[in-house]
């Protein structure tokens, strides 16, 4: 007499052939080419893994220089976030840092108002001013005189650093993170006008032959 086989889960198993080896799965018909493949997925080739990690700046946003902006060795960064956002600062190349003692104050009270004052609210960004790529964002000054910071893009002021105020030192120890200048937001339309103009972190080095 022939017994059928009602379990359900016996049924469904049969109709899904596969072979367990070392941990992997492997369905049939692929066999060595697939466990080949997972392994490949799961443990890239270390001689392509980069010396080291990629920080936070260089994950999230995309670096731009903006060389000899205005002025000689005015140099500029901006960071540009896939959300639009750009941050402002000094890059390294600029003249301040080769003045002795380096930057010793910021003043955002420059133009027509205190750039610090301004506080932007909500998700419409209100209360935010626009400003021209040369408009001036502050001054650092150094113990041989000051300089003037710039927006380097049209765009809407969301915020400054207020940290620079009490400690200008973070301009001299990292400029490039925690003593950025400000955060934009340029149209997309200013932005395409404006990207042309920078240069990549590749070509600003063999400017400035760092």
Request: with cysteine.
């Amino acid at each position: 007499m022939t017994t059928l086989n009602t379990d359900p889960a016996a049924d469904q198993e049969s109709l899904v052939p596969a072979v367990v080896k070392d941990n992997l799965v492997a369905i049939d018909g692929e066999g060595d080419d697939g466990e080949k493949e997972l392994h490949e997925l799961l443990l890239p080739n270390v001689n392509d893994l980069p010396l080291s990690p990629p920080s936070a700046i260089e994950f999230n946003f995309v670096t731009y220089f903006a060389p000899d902006f205005m002025k000689p060795e005015h140099d500029q960064y901006i960071y540009r976030h896939a959300n639009g956002l750009c941050v402002i600062g000094l890059a390294s190349g600029h003249v301040a840092f080769k003045d002795e003692g380096g930057i010793t104050s910021v003043d955002f009270n420059v133009g027509k108002s205190n750039r610090s004052e301004i506080k932007v609210t909500g998700k419409r960004k209100r209360n935010a001013q626009h400003f021209e790529s040369n408009t001036a964002l502050c001054k650092v000054c150094t113990n041989n005189g000051f300089y003037i910071v710039r927006c380097c893009i049209k765009g809407s002021l969301l915020e400054v650093n207020e940290r620079l105020i009490k400690q200008p030192e973070l301009l001299n120890s990292s400029a490039d993170r925690e003593g950025y200048i400000a955060i934009l937001m340029p149209k997309p339309t200013e932005w395409i006008k404006a990207k042309d103009s920078f240069i990549t972190l590749d070509e600003y080095k063999k400017l400035r032959q760092f």
